[in-house]
């Protein structure tokens, strides 16, 4: 069949990047209305995209001390860009938004991570491996928000160094190392909800352990589980990771439009 | 009493060798960068470097030989990742590094603040970032928690900390340090509180009558204040709201030339030691750069009554 220049375009439209797949995906883990602390670098522009599609209501917090509840009208690179601060429903320090996280007020956190483990701890502090020690930026506020908000999703490149069967360093609690774990060392909720990679989205089960729950399209399950550190799980019902939608690419790109984040 | 000062006077007059000092304390706006320059070129050493995230200038300052420890939740490049030279240091072994997170980073300097000796928060329980750290002690709530019904709450006691100095950029001041500020403070407020001495950086001294017309955007009372510096472009590349933008170039290209000591080096010469102050920094930088970074469309607030 010919494929008619319309086809064509839609084709071209479909096209996307694995940054701008992780973006989408990270976006859709935000309900209508809920209260979200954004973290720095690729959660920036995931809270922005579910701002402009199906999560209008979203509240943002950011732990400058703003808070959101329209996306920020041009690309930001950091929190603190001057595009953040003008128009911010509130405008004031870390101490009040850092309370409203710890109070219980957050549905959703996300945060990046050098490393993650089987059962959703995050590293972003120092690694051990047989070169030594590798020192990273450190928490920021990345183990509040693992601390503190109802549940939180990382993002991160997928490979077997970044999925180690235990981290490290704890840098940002997840489940620990069982179920029970987060009550019984005294978090008072939370959790990891899902792990976005380049490769696949991973959930976590009633034991609280990791489980493989969709492949990228054109990742094979394979593929993720020879580049996981431990012994992936995997759900009998692994999907494939949804495409972005048109929408949802309309808004990345006018949003970035070089691609600096999304490239 | 006037409390201005040349950047050069103040620096010398309230930043000894070995001191405390928190700076960058509004996130990645308004950085005290012309006050981190002249630090360096004031060969400060023996420095503890306290802040929630640092954008680059802890990295600078490392680079050039101040600073013995690090307190700070993050220190690297916000919009590139890492900063080379904390990192050499760190994993040198050089440099101490005490991790905190953000959130308890503002608890210590608030309890600091507050002048008591800790603060409770449930932060960071099971986490690697309290273990062998004197920040944080687990303490039993003495009080019923509704969140634990089941027995007393655990929780991380956070130690207080008192910067010896803490130096703060921001929009404007009056010559006695009463100061305005406007946009996001992250922990500044609490940073002043807790300090033993304050320099107010600021890119325009006005009249005390401009400051005191709105007392609600007042962040900094001056009787807290030690110098007043006024200086123009002070928080470049970071931003001011209101007065330029950040400079996205410059932070890619210190990230792109400072991946070796000896490029850093290099980097420090030319920004650095080379320029006597921040006027020579921006000569250096150029006007066209200067000028793209200007604010190009003004959103002024809207007035506010404080009539009776």
């Known amino acids: ?263 | 009493m006037s409390k201005l000062l040349t950047l050069r006077q103040a620096v010398a007059d309230l930043v000894p060798d070995n001191a405390s000092v928190a700076l960058g304390l509004q996130m990645e706006q308004m950085i005290p960068f012309a006050a981190g320059h002249e630090i360096i070129r004031q060969k400060k050493r023996g420095l503890t470097l306290i802040g929630p995230i640092s954008d680059i200038l802890f990295d600078q300052m490392i680079a050039a030989g101040c600073v013995k420890q690090v307190i700070a939740a993050w220190v690297g490049n916000v919009m590139m990742g890492s900063a080379y030279n904390f990192r050499r240091a760190a994993e040198q072994g050089g440099l101490k590094v005490v991790n905190l997170s953000n959130f308890t980073v503002a608890l210590a300097l608030q309890a600091a603040a507050m002048g008591v000796p800790f603060l409770p928060t449930r932060t960071a329980l099971g986490s690697d970032v309290a273990r062998d750290n004197d920040f944080f002690s687990q303490i039993d709530s003495p009080f019923e928690d509704k969140q634990s019904p089941g027995g007393p709450a655990r929780l991380h006691a956070v130690r207080a900390l008192n910067p010896d100095v803490t130096i703060v950029h921001l929009q404007r001041a009056d010559h006695e340090g009463n100061a305005h500020c406007w946009g996001n403070f992250g922990v500044m407020i609490e940073a002043v509180r807790a300090a033993k001495r304050v320099i107010v950086v600021a890119e325009e001294v006005v009249d005390t009558e401009v400051i005191a017309s709105d007392p609600n955007r007042t962040v900094i009372p001056g009787f807290l204040v030690n110098a007043v510096v006024e200086c123009r472009f002070g928080a470049h590349p970071s931003p001011v709201q209101g007065y330029y933008k950040r400079d996205n170039a410059f932070f890619r290209q210190y990230h792109e030339q400072t991946k070796s000591k000896v490029d850093s080096e290099t980097w420090l010469q030319r920004w650095v030691h080379s320029v006597a102050d921040r006027k020579a920094y921006m000569n250096q930088l150029g006007g066209c750069r200067v000028e793209e970074l200007a604010v190009k469309q003004h959103a002024y607030a809207a007035q506010t009554d404080f009539g009776y």
């Not at chain 1, 979200?36 to 943002?60: D, E, S």
């Not at chain 1, 840098?171 to 774990?181: A, E, F, I, L, V």
């Not at chain 1, 939370?190 to 089960?205: C, N």
Request: net charge negative; aromatic share 6%.
């Open chain 1, 1 to 263: 069949m010919a494929i008619t220049s319309t086809a064509i375009s839609e084709r071209r439209a479909q096209a996307y990047t694995p940054g701008e797949l992780m973006v989408v995906s990270a976006a859709r883990e935000i309900r209508d209305g809920e209260v979200v602390f954004v973290g720095m670098r690729l959660p920036l522009i995931a809270f922005v995209v579910a701002k402009k599609t199906h999560a209008p209501h979203a509240v943002g917090l950011f732990e400058n001390g703003l808070i959101r509840s329209t996306p920020a009208p041009e690309l930001i690179y950091t929190m603190a860009d001057p595009a953040n601060i003008k128009n911010a429903t509130q405008c004031l320090d870390m101490l009040g938004v850092m309370s409203l996280l710890q109070s219980g007020r957050v549905h959703l956190g996300f945060l990046g991570a050098a490393e993650v483990d089987r059962f959703g701890n995050l590293n972003s502090t120092e690694v051990h491996g047989t070169n030594g020690m590798t020192r990273l930026p450190g928490s920021g506020g990345a183990c509040d928000i693992a601390s503190l908000a109802q549940r939180f999703v990382a993002l991160l490149e997928h490979s077997k160094e970044r999925l180690p069967e235990r981290v490290s360093y704890v840098t940002s609690p997840g489940n620990g190392d069982c179920r029970g774990w987060r009550q019984r060392v005294g978090l008072p909720r939370g959790g990891p909800a899902a792990v976005i990679t380049s490769k696949a989205v991973l959930r976590f089960g009633d034991d609280r352990e990791a489980y493989l729950s969709s492949t990228h399209p054109g990742v094979e399950v394979e593929d993720v589980l020879q580049n996981t550190g431990w012994p992936l799980r995997v759900s009998e019902e692994v999907i494939s990771t949804p495409e972005p939608s048109v929408e949802e690419l309309k808004a990345i790109r006018e949003y970035d439009k070089d691609g600096f984040w999304t490239k």
